[in-house]
């Protein structure tokens, strides 16, 4: 049974509930204050909300049982979440370079007090968000995608506050659009790199840091294996990794042989790859003039 320190379900409601009272917070304080920045951190806090929804849905779908119709089961759930609050962060980005050309071109006073107090009540709503789902940040992509939300929404809090300390202090109304840019070049960086991800995984890519040819050399030194061919590797989520592949035998052998030859090569994909599911055909000079990746 899991705790309520353990329950990630748990910790991602109470971080969408608290960002959607600093978006609520915002939004009033930016129109208040005329602050385009704030109103930009509460678009952006409005996008963590959802991310963090949909991540809780994604979470809920993807521990549904396999079925005869759906082998896989729901484990994708959590890489489309990954991918559409990835593609949001994007979006925002964009909505947010457009806001500040124009405020650029004219530039409008700010309440600097109203908007020093609103940031400092956002900034504490992120940071207890960040630290209530930095536990579970490397146990899936899904959680992480919402993290990176929270922990950009953190970090542009901060330049929120140091602005409006900035325009209190000299007057300087530029900067509210100068933080408006910078926050969206960092929060598009970030999107690009899950959506980067995301989409290999659906692509069904080679998972990062894995070498093919690597792994076929490790078969291959294993005794009673001539070779392999026809191989696929690709991962259903960040950490369920899947290979497949034909395996030549060196000489005509018993089942009992052949038994402990996929055990061998189970462990070594497991040991040295984290590859946890494996399916191999076994074959005694059957296939002929094959490659390690069929055309």
Request: net charge positive; hydrophobic share 50%.
């Amino acid at each position: 049974m899991h705790t309520y320190k353990n329950n990630k379900e748990s910790r991602l409601i109470m971080s969408a509930g608290l960002n959607f009272a600093a978006t609520v917070a915002q939004v009033i304080g930016g129109v208040l204050s005329g602050s385009l920045s704030l109103l930009s951190d509460a678009l952006h806090n409005f996008s963590d909300t959802m991310a963090l929804v949909v991540s809780f849905f994604a979470v809920r779908i993807a521990k549904r049982k396999n079925t005869e119709a759906r082998t896989f089961g729901y484990k994708r759930a959590e890489i489309l979440a990954a991918l559409f609050n990835a593609c949001a962060l994007v979006v925002v980005s964009v909505f947010l370079f457009k806001e500040a050309y124009f405020r650029f071109i004219q530039p409008r006073p700010v309440n600097s007090l109203l908007m020093l107090f609103v940031a400092v009540a956002g900034l504490l709503a992120n940071i207890i968000s960040v630290f209530l789902l930095k536990a579970h940040v490397h146990e899936d992509l899904n959680v992480r995608a919402a993290y990176v939300h929270l922990f950009s929404d953190f970090l542009s809090s901060l330049a929120v506050i140091s602005g409006a300390c900035a325009i209190f202090m000299f007057k300087a109304y530029w900067i509210d659009p100068a933080l408006t840019i910078l926050i969206g070049i960092y929060v598009m960086i970030e999107g690009y790199r899950i959506i980067e991800e995301s989409t290999r995984i659906l692509m069904q890519h080679v998972p990062k840091g894995i070498n093919l040819r690597e792994i076929q050399a490790r078969i291959e030194g294993i005794e009673g294996i001539k070779d392999i061919h026809h191989a696929h590797l690709w991962a259903v989520t960040e950490r369920d990794i899947h290979f497949e592949a034909h395996i030549n035998v060196s000489r005509d052998m018993p089942v009992s042989e052949t038994c402990r030859l996929v055990k061998q090569v189970e462990e070594t994909l497991k040991e040295r790859f984290a590859v946890n599911h494996v399916t191999l055909q076994l074959e005694y000079n059957s296939c002929k003039g094959v490659s390690l990746i069929k055309a």
